[in-house]
């Protein structure tokens, strides 16, 4: 499951949320999605994570329908690759990426 916000009055989306869109307005609606498919466009390998993770730990941005998302890759490393499709999940309070297919 994703969760995401839109702008009211122009409909531009967020994650995570903003104060104020662009457009000025301060009128969001949450969005939630079964199955968010989105696609890895650069990430980075963390070898000295912050103290309760277990290193290697993999961040990267996600574009997701228009929107470019920072999380985790959770998933085998080796598969790993800028273009590779992920599904997106925010709904436990973190947002990871998992590889799909
Ligand atoms: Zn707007």
Redesign the pocket.
Known sequence: MFRYYE??????KYFPRKIR?????MSFKEVVVDKAIGSISTYTVILVPPKGFTPPIYIGIAEYDGMKILGRYVGDPERLKVGIKVELHNDDGTTTFSPIE
Do not use: D, L, V
């Open positions: 702008c009211e009055k122009c409909g531009k869109c662009y457009c000025g307005s």
